[in-house]
């Protein structure tokens, strides 16, 4: 299985994106799904997870409220839009797709994994 995330760039404090990962393969539509990120000189960290169906989510304190994951079986397609974004949200975002179908805050939960796309936010 394959993932490709795309969606970062460089936008201004307070600024949006909308993060995208496909699979090229549709077993994932399956699995929960999750997204992860790691900032310069830190370790990878959870972001936000998605359950096989959409319909369990959960994000790491340090974005509810601000992002919003989602997915589209269909399109074998998971998402992350991302709102009032901070310096702090600067790293690397990587999507993943989970061993099983519950939505998973844990990297060894993962098996698969997108190369990443870097988001950086200005102050």
């Known amino acids: 299985v394959q993932l490709q995330a795309c969606g970062g760039g460089l936008v201004q404090a307070g600024g949006s994106l909308r993060l995208s990962c496909a699979a090229s393969?549709?077993?994932?539509?399956?699995?929960?799904m999750g997204w992860f990120r790691q900032a310069p000189g830190k370790e990878r960290e959870f972001v936000a997870t998605?359950?096989?169906?959409?319909?369990?989510?959960y994000y790491a304190d340090s974005v509810k409220g601000r992002f919003t994951i989602s997915r589209d079986n269909a399109k074998i397609s998971v998402y992350l839009q991302m709102n009032s974004l901070g310096p702090e949200d600067t790293a690397v975002y990587y999507c993943?797709?989970?061993?099983?179908?519950?939505?998973?805050?844990?990297?060894?939960?993962?098996?698969?994994w997108g190369q990443g796309t870097q988001v950086t936010v200005s102050s």
């Open positions: 998605i359950n096989w169906n959409g319909r369990n989510t």
């Open positions: 993943a797709a989970a061993r099983g179908a519950v939505a998973t805050t844990t990297i060894k939960g993962y098996n698969y």
């Open positions: 393969d549709r077993t994932v539509s399956n699995n929960g």
